[in-house]
């Protein structure tokens, strides 16, 4: 069947630091790949997407990049700021119903 | 545009109570999306309209829950009667018509949160 598998948090770091979210996938067919923000009080928000083998999503300063031989989805942003603290999920979508399969997200908070 | 709206934003009630959670796609959005997560777990598919017709519903959990998009526009889900496992974050979301066979992306609700105890 169809999965996602990302790192568990919650990830902690200071402002300025390296950040990597681990993200893996299994699918039946030819997904598309997708990183949601969701910030404290509101909703789930697109932050990247990318659509096919070696395409690299980015968005805000993050980065993704679609490896169909590693099966991954990693998220990673050079330098992080407070306000990037945030529920991060991977999702993947297969097919034409457009219904998208989610990973169980990373908190990820970032001090000053 | 306005968002996609949903409400109440949180509520909580009785196990054997009765809930309805409420959603608003963004207008003329066809596809609407209801998703549900459950504390520390995945967010998962509960089910999919295109306007009014139920296209895909196989992520409901069971027979205690029932969604409805009366003419196309808002849609309801109602959860009758509500158990605690229930408990979770209720997400919707609406997008536009299929583009060359995909979907194209979604905006979501801020959700509801749902407490059953």
């Known amino acids: 069947g169809n999965s996602v598998t990302q790192m568990e948090g919650p990830v902690t770091l200071s402002e300025e630091a390296f950040l990597t979210i681990n993200c893996t996938y299994t699918?039946?067919?030819?997904?598309?790949l997708f990183w949601y923000v969701q910030y404290p009080g509101e909703g789930l928000q697109l932050l990247l997407k990318a659509t096919k083998a070696d395409d690299k999503g980015s968005n805000k300063g993050f980065e993704a990049t679609y490896r169909k031989e590693t099966t991954s989805f990693h998220l990673e942003k050079g330098s992080v700021q407070v306000s990037d603290s945030a529920v991060y999920f991977c999702?993947?979508?297969?097919?034409?119903?457009?219904?998208?399969?989610f990973g169980k997200g990373t908190k990820l908070s970032v001090k000053p | 545009e306005a968002g996609v709206t949903q409400f109440p934003s949180h509520s909580v009630i009785e196990k054997g109570q009765t809930v309805t959670l409420r959603c608003d796609p963004i207008s003329g959005h066809d596809n609407l999306y209801w998703y549900r997560r459950v504390m520390g777990k995945e967010i998962k598919f509960l089910l999919h309209?295109?306007?009014?017709?139920?296209?895909?519903e196989s992520g409901m959990p069971n027979n205690r829950f029932l969604a409805e998009r009366t003419g196309g526009t808002y849609s309801t889900l109602k959860v009758q009667p509500a158990e605690l496992e229930d408990s979770g974050v209720y997400f919707c979301a609406s997008s536009q018509e299929r583009i060359q066979g995909r979907v194209r992306g979604y905006t979501f609700g801020s959700g509801t949160r749902l407490t059953v105890v």
């Open positions: 699918a039946t067919g030819y997904p598309s």
């Open positions: 999702a993947l979508s297969v097919g034409s119903q457009g219904n998208l399969i």
């Open positions: 309209f295109v306007k009014e017709s139920k296209q895909d």
